[in-house]
């Protein structure tokens, strides 16, 4: 989600924004970006994309990652991007991460091992 902060520290109040909660996250919207930027929501997508275009990640991750859905709650504007199970891991320029929390992790061989058979555990299922 762009447009969606999971800590109270982001601030836009300086911008006449002010976040909204909806349960533990709070909606602040892209207007701070777009204010900030100096980009419309149009020139906003084509960097966007055209930032994407240079990403080392795989044609079916890619696909994913273009398919940008928008929202308007309470007059907030918020980017979606689902990303769904390939079912496989997925490498970024040629090493592999996993989220822990609100931080990323590179993996060891090890660790990229049991990543895989728990993936595929799960496509079993």
């Given amino acids: 989600m762009i447009g969606v902060a999971d800590s109270d520290s982001y601030n836009a109040s300086d911008l006449g924004i002010e976040p909204f909660k909806i349960g533990p996250i709070s909606i602040v919207g892209i207007k701070r970006d777009l204010t900030l930027s100096g980009k419309s929501i149009d020139e906003y997508y084509q960097h966007y994309f055209s930032a994407l275009s240079q990403e080392p990640v795989s044609e079916e991750m890619m696909t994913m990652l273009k398919d940008i859905k928008s929202y308007t ?12 199970n390939t079912g496989k891991p997925e490498p970024y320029n040629g090493k592999y991460y996993r989220r ?17 058979q728990n993936l595929q555990k799960h496509m079993d299922d």
């Fill in 73 to 84: 709650y309470n007059g907030a504007t918020v980017l979606s991007i689902k990303i769904d």
């Fill in 100 to 116: 822990e929390g609100t931080n990323t992790v590179e993996l060891n061989v090890p660790d990229l091992i049991c990543l895989t």
